[in-house]
């Protein structure tokens, strides 16, 4: 396995790596580190967001900065905003070891004139977005006609936003015998054209297949109505308890709208997109990133440079027009080496967009439903049962236990847990208990809807129970690698892996169940019972009575069939209706962001 000292950086650039814990370089790094060491040349680098490509360029760029010069000598583009000032402090953490290194972050929404003075100081290297970068030159404020390195980072990205003429005049007041390193995560017409006319032979590497998503994501889809994609949207929330994520909108009014929808229904969210101030677009994107916002909905726009860690899900509550939008969108999750989702909600008339993208981008979709109201029921009851078991004991209630015992007197233990779970699940329950079926009529496997009375079914596919999840180090691969090679099953045999925070479901077809069960019957890792059960909708039609905490089985729930529409608790309301005909009032600080979730809707303490 390669490492950081064995692509020929010097030692102290070694030492700003070791301080920054990295320890094997990304794929996208090793193949464009010793390259651009190598020698002076033109590069383009196809790699996805989130691979590295930041530090697979500027650790080259500074080992090769001439430090002893004012002189501006290395310039790199980046479409936002948010990234430019991302790459801008990455870099000053690579050469903290380094002497009279400056780097300098030229964007708008900022002062010019202090920019300007920056950069007079002596500014070796400057990281700019296109727009503020032509107005300082048109003004004279910086001089690039001497830079050795021009670096465009996110190029489909920047020409996609339109700034092609931009970065053509930009490159045309540099020098001709510079090195050109270009990074993209897609190579469309636009890209080539500015690669043909400004750059000499480059050299190119490729990670991954060439337009390619990045193997680290899933992707779904789910066939809904067009008037039910905000109920849908909702449901997806409620079954990711854990959910932190980037809804996408095609118009800046969806955005708005679909984020008000979800603060007004106690969701945290927040919309993002081009109407909103800078300072506006600062408050949200400083609480995205402290997660006090759980749903971000934006514009591809606004969004472009987004570089959050952790991101779990994109939703893409409606499809873009272009195929290379969606990679950049999917790249927002399974960044690092992390896995992700990636979500498009489509009617059915949109299906053949899902084929499209997976000809282009070499992945398949999955097909899935959304859940019923009662299998999302499921899911935050298992949700809450694990949050109470794992919430750690305040020592400051010891004061009142006396007077608490005095009132649960003479209640048995088994009832006294039956009341505390009902007491926050009820709301859930009501909520959802009959509310309608979303999926879009004439899909398949219509039978893992349905209650098979204990029995274990012996066709289709069959949904499972695994009391295993997020903290115990899985997500959606790693368990489905563990599942597949502990049952010793094929390569597609287990599909639909929904890893939560405490436990996961997931899917085999039929003809393996027995297979599956058997395997898990009394089987332990590290001295801890794994379960697996085949997991039961007490939604349609007899019920588990046996229930046991951390054994699988579903306790609560209640009959009735999936009828109905999404409800207000509070009222039992019809609110769809209303919302999908496009109005909505503006609560939470005008969609931009909430800070508490609102109980008076329903209950949303579980996710």
Known sequence: MTKFNELGLKQSLLDAVTDLGFETPSEVQEKAIPILLEGETDLVA?????????????????QKIDSDSRTTQGLILSPTRELCLQITNELKLY????????????????????????????????VATPGRMKDMISRGLVNITKIDYCILDEADEMLN???FEDIKD??????????????????????????????????????????SGASTVQHEYYQVSGRDRYPALKRLADTNPGI??????????????????????????GALHGDLSQNQRDLVMNSFRKKQIQMLVATDVAARGIDVDNITHVINYQLPDEIETYTHRSGRTGRAGKSGISIVLVTRSETRKIRAIENKINQKFILKTIPTGMEICEIQL??????????EINEEVENYLPAINDVFAGIEREDLIKKIISAEFTRFHDYYNKSKDLNSPDRGERDERRERGGEIPTSGSVRYFINVGEKDDY??????????DTAQLGQEDVFKVDVKESFSFFNTDASVTQQVLSTFTEFKVDGRFVNVEVSKNPGGGRRNSGGSS???????????????????????RDRSKRRDSGSSSSQGGGGTFSGKRRTKKRNTDFF
Request: net charge positive.
């Open 46 to 62: 196809l790699a996805q967001t989130g691979t590295g490509k930041t530090a697979a360029f500027g650790f080259p760029l500074i």
């Open 382 to 391: 298992y949700h809450l049962a694990n949050k109470i078991k794992d919430a």
């Open 244 to 269: 932190f994520s980037v809804v996408f909108c095609r118009t800046k009014r969806d955005t708005q709208r679909v984020a008000e929808m979800l603060i007004e229904d106690g969701y945290n969210a």
């Open 161 to 163: 936003m339109g700034f």
């Open 95 to 126: 050469s903290k070891y380094e002497k009279n290194i400056n780097v300098v972050a030229i964007y708008g929404g900022a002062s010019i004139t202090d920019q300007a003075r920056q950069i007079k100081r002596g500014a070796q290297i400057i």
């Open 170 to 211: 930009i490159l045309s007041n540099t020098p001709d015998e510079k090195s050109t390193w270009l990074f993209s995560a897609t190579m469309p017409k636009e890209v080539s054209i500015i690669a043909k006319k400004f750059m000499h032979s480059p050299k190119e590497i490729t990670v991954g297949a060439k337009n």
């Open 475 to 484: 997500d959606w691969m790693s368990l489905k690698d563990f599942i597949r």
């Open 550 to 572: 951390g054994g699988g089985r579903r306790t609560g729930g209640g009959g009735g069939r999936d009828r109905g529409r999404d409800r207000d608790s509070s009222g039992g």
